[in-house]
T-cell receptor, first 110, second 116 residues
Framework: SQQGEEDPQALSIQEGENATMNCSYK?????LQWYRQNSGRGLVHLIL?????REKHSGRLRVTLDTSKKSSSLLITASRAADTASYFC??????????FGRGTSLIVHP | GAVVSQHPSRVICKSGTSVKIECRSL??????MFWYRQFPKQSLMLMAT?????????EQGVEKDKFLINHASLTLSTLTVTSAHPEDSSFYIC????????????FGPGTRLTVT
């Protein structure tokens, strides 16, 4: 199975600062996705980056993918208190079954 | 982009009753769907792989008679929690693989089950 493992497990920052979280996976992938989950709520799809892409932007989000290092990063710029949530990466490809890591718990203090 | 929906988003049921959760791929075909479960403050754990037209494959430790999975069409898989107990209270999430095209996989928003 493919596993996304997020780092750090917890991140606490002040509103307005940037937040960076990383993800590592084990084998070749077709794409990697980032999801957000607010406490007690469902998954919200943030962004998908394909294996032939190196960087992707969506609003205040910037995702990079380094297939040689089997890693990805999610950058949230100018963070807001509403960004407080857990963030998960999911790597998938071919017939592999994506599995989740523990996620990064982000707290943005107002 | 591709969308996976789940219904209901929240359900409360009494102990001993059964609950059915639906997972639909809205704009792509998915011969393979997956069901995950999330306990509070923990990651999502794969429960089973649902295959259209055949039996589901369950992960070790998941009771197949407890969690019935039916994948009767290319866009719909259902998970039925039978004779639910309070310990079945959890967050259930499905995902669907676009087997008709990109082979990319998308996740539904999840269903929160509370058994009283």
């Amino acid at each position: 199975s493919q596993q996304g493992e997020e780092d750090p497990q917890a991140l606490s920052i002040q509103e307005g600062e940037n937040a960076t979280m990383n993800c590592s996976y084990k084998t070749s992938i077709n794409n990697l996705q980032w999801y957000r989950q607010n406490s007690g709520r469902g998954l919200v799809h943030l962004i998908l980056i394909r294996s032939n892409e190196r960087e992707k932007h969506s609003g205040r989000l910037r995702v990079t993918l380094d297939t040689s290092k089997k890693s990805s990063s999610l950058l949230i710029t100018a963070s807001r208190a509403a960004d407080t949530a857990s963030y998960f990466c999911v790597a998938s490809g071919g017939s592999y079954i994506p599995t989740f890591g523990r996620g990064t718990s982000l707290i943005v203090h107002p | 982009g591709a969308v996976v929906s789940q219904h209901p988003s929240r359900v409360i049921c009494k102990s001993g009753t059964s609950v059915k959760i639906e997972c639909r791929s809205l704009d792509f075909q998915a011969t393979t769907m997956f069901w995950y479960r999330q306990f509070p403050k923990q990651s999502l754990m794969l429960m089973a792989t649902s295959n259209e037209g055949s039996k589901a494959t369950y992960e070790q430790g998941v009771e197949k008679d407890k969690f019935l999975i039916n994948h009767a069409s290319l866009t719909l898989s259902t998970l039925t929690v039978t004779s639910a107990h309070p310990e079945d209270s959890s967050f259930y999430i499905c995902s669907a693989r676009d087997t008709g095209g990109s082979y990319e996989q998308y996740f539904g928003p999840g269903t929160r089950l509370t058994v009283t």
